[in-house]
C-alpha cells in the first residue's frame, strides 16, 4: 500500500472516529493536527503526500502524522515493490482499502443520510469485507432480500422506522 493510501485511510478512521460520517477533510486535519498537537501540515502539502508528489517523508513529519494518528511512524512508508505480507497481512490491506472506499463513498452521499449510515456501519465494522459478500449472495438469492426486509423492518412499525419514513419499502426497491 502507498504512503497516499494510508494517509487517506487514517483520514477516514479519523473521520468516523469523530463521529463525523465521513472521512475528515485534508484541511480539517491540518487543522486539528495544529490544535491538538501543537504543530500542523499545511493542506497543500497534506495533498502532495497523498497524491504521490511526495513519496517520502521527512522524519519529523513522519513524527507528527504518526503521533495524531496514533499509528507506529515505520507504518506512514510505502509498502516495497513486491511485497507480499502473509494471508491475514493481505486481508487486513484488502479490509483497509474496502474501508477507505466505504468511507469515501459514504462522503458523496451527504444527501441522502440512510444511505450514508449503510456505507458507514459497514466500513465500520470489524471485517468490512465479509458484509460486502454476504450482501452480495443475498441480492443473488431471488425473493431474499424481501423476506429480509419483511423481518428487519416490518410493516406495523410506528412511523415506518428510526427516521419516520417507511424503510421497509425502501429495502425491498
Not at 472521512?23 to 497523498?50: C, D, F, H, N, V
Amino acid at each position: 500500500m502507498k504512503l497516499g493510501d494510508k494517509l487517506r485511510s487514517l483520514r477516514a478512521v479519523e473521520g468516523s472516529l469523530r463521529g463525523l460520517g465521513r472521512p475528515l477533510t485534508q484541511q480539517e486535519l491540518a487543522s486539528a493536527m495544529k490544535r491538538e498537537i501543537g504543530r500542523g501540515l499545511s493542506q497543500a502539502y497534506l495533498s502532495q503526500i497523498e497524491s504521490g508528489a511526495r513519496p517520502h517523508l521527512t522524519h519529523k513529519t513522519r513524527d507528527l502524522l504518526a503521533r495524531f494518528f496514533r499509528v507506529y511512524p515505520g507504518f506512514l512508508v510505502d509498502d516495497p515493490e513486491g511485497y507480499t505480507p502473509g494471508l491475514q497481512s493481505e486481508l487486513r490491506a484488502i479490509d483497509a482499502k474496502v474501508d477507505s472506499w466505504l468511507f469515501a463513498g459514504a462522503g458523496q452521499f451527504t444527501a441522502d443520510p440512510q444511505l450514508q449510515r449503510a456505507l458507514m456501519t459497514i466500513a465500520e465494522a470489524p471485517d468490512s469485507r465479509r458484509p460486502l459478500l454476504l450482501l452480495a449472495e443475498i441480492l443473488r438469492t431471488p425473493g431474499l432480500v424481501d423476506r429480509l426486509a419483511e423481518v428487519l423492518r416490518p410493516e406495523n412499525e410506528a412511523g415506518g422506522g428510526r427516521d419516520g419514513g417507511s424503510q421497509s419499502s425502501e429495502l425491498r426497491n
